[in-house]
C-alpha cells in the first residue's frame, strides 16, 4: 500500500492523482443523485459534441472522466517502473497520448454501438392534427397546437387560405414555409380520413 502511494503521489501521476479524486467525488454524487450528469455538457439532457481530442458521441463529463483515469494509469505505472529523471517526463507524455487515444477509440464505439439521438425538426409535425388557439387563422395570421411524438405540446404559428378555421378547431399540418416560418394548415375532419394521421 505504502509502494501504490509514493506512486501515485510520485510525478508525473501525481498530476492527475488529485484531479481523479474529484472525478471519483462527482460520479459518487451522481450515483446518489446530487448532480446531474449534463454538468460540463453545455445543455439538458444533450451529448456535446467533443469530436476532435475528446472523441465524438460520449459526454464531456464521461470523456473527461476515462481520459484523466487512462492518464493516471500510465503515469502510476511509470512512477513505479521508471527511474526518476528525463524518462518521466516522457511517460506523461505518453499518458497524454494514451488518454487521448482512448477517448477517441471510446467515442468511436460509442457512436456505433449506441443508437443516434433522434434531433427534432419542423418537418416531424407535417402529416399531424393540430388544434387552433387563435381567435382564427388566415393567410396571414394564426397559431395551433400540436403534439409531438413525446407527448409533448407547442404552439406553433399557422396559415390558411381557407375559411372556418376558428379557435378549438382541427386542422391538419401539410407543410412548412421555411422563409416565413410557419405552417400551412388545412380544415380537417378525422371521420373523412381513412388514415388517420397521429396527433
Same mark, same amino acid.
Given at each position: 500500500?505504502?509502494? *501504490?502511494?509514493?506512486?501515485?503521489?510520485?510525478?508525473?501521476?501525481?498530476?492527475?492523482? *488529485?484531479?481523479?479524486?474529484?472525478?471519483?467525488?462527482?460520479?459518487?454524487?451522481?450515483?446518489?443523485?446530487?448532480?446531474?450528469?449534463?454538468?460540463?455538457?453545455?445543455?439538458?439532457?444533450?451529448?456535446? =459534441?467533443?469530436?476532435?481530442?475528446?472523441?465524438?458521441? /460520449?459526454?464531456?463529463?464521461?470523456?473527461?472522466?476515462?481520459?484523466?483515469?487512462?492518464?493516471?494509469?500510465?503515469?502510476?505505472?511509470?512512477?513505479? /517502473?521508471?527511474?526518476?529523471?528525463?524518462?518521466?517526463?516522457?511517460?506523461?507524455?505518453?499518458?497524454?497520448?494514451?488518454?487521448?487515444?482512448?477517448?477517441? /477509440?471510446?467515442?468511436? /464505439?460509442?457512436?456505433?454501438?449506441?443508437?443516434?439521438?433522434?434531433?427534432?425538426?419542423?418537418?416531424?409535425?407535417?402529416?399531424?392534427?393540430?388544434?387552433?388557439?387563435?381567435?382564427?387563422?388566415?393567410?396571414?395570421?394564426?397559431?395551433?397546437?400540436?403534439?409531438? =411524438? =413525446?407527448?409533448?405540446?407547442?404552439?406553433?404559428?399557422?396559415?390558411?387560405?381557407?375559411?372556418?378555421?376558428?379557435?378549438?378547431?382541427?386542422?391538419?399540418?401539410?407543410?412548412?414555409?421555411?422563409?416565413?416560418?410557419?405552417?400551412?394548415?388545412?380544415?380537417?375532419?378525422?371521420?373523412?380520413?381513412?388514415?388517420?394521421?397521429?396527433?
Amino acid at each position: 500500500m505504502a509502494d *501504490f502511494l509514493r506512486a501515485a503521489l510520485a510525478f508525473p501521476a501525481a498530476l492527475f492523482s *488529485f484531479a481523479l479524486v474529484v472525478v471519483a467525488v462527482y460520479w459518487l454524487l451522481v450515483l446518489i443523485g446530487g448532480v446531474g450528469v449534463h454538468i460540463l455538457d453545455g445543455g439538458e439532457g444533450g451529448h456535446a =459534441d467533443t469530436d476532435g481530442s475528446t472523441g465524438a458521441g /460520449l459526454p464531456v463529463t464521461v470523456s473527461l472522466s476515462l481520459g484523466l483515469l487512462l492518464a493516471w494509469l500510465v503515469c502510476l505505472a511509470g512512477a513505479a /517502473l521508471v527511474p526518476e529523471g528525463p524518462a518521466r517526463t516522457a511517460t506523461l507524455v505518453a499518458a497524454l497520448a494514451v488518454a487521448w487515444a482512448g477517448v477517441r /477509440l471510446a467515442g468511436r /464505439l460509442a457512436r456505433r454501438l449506441l443508437p443516434p439521438e433522434k434531433v427534432a425538426s419542423r418537418d416531424d409535425f407535417i402529416g399531424r392534427v393540430c388544434t387552433v388557439r387563435t381567435g382564427r387563422v388566415a393567410a396571414d395570421f394564426g397559431q395551433a397546437e400540436v403534439r409531438a =411524438d =413525446d407527448g409533448s405540446t407547442a404552439v406553433v404559428q399557422v396559415r390558411t387560405d381557407e375559411s372556418g378555421l376558428v379557435a378549438g378547431s382541427t386542422a391538419l399540418i401539410y407543410a412548412y414555409d421555411a422563409d416565413g416560418e410557419f405552417f400551412r394548415v388545412a380544415p380537417y375532419d378525422g371521420a373523412l380520413d381513412p388514415h388517420k394521421p397521429v396527433v
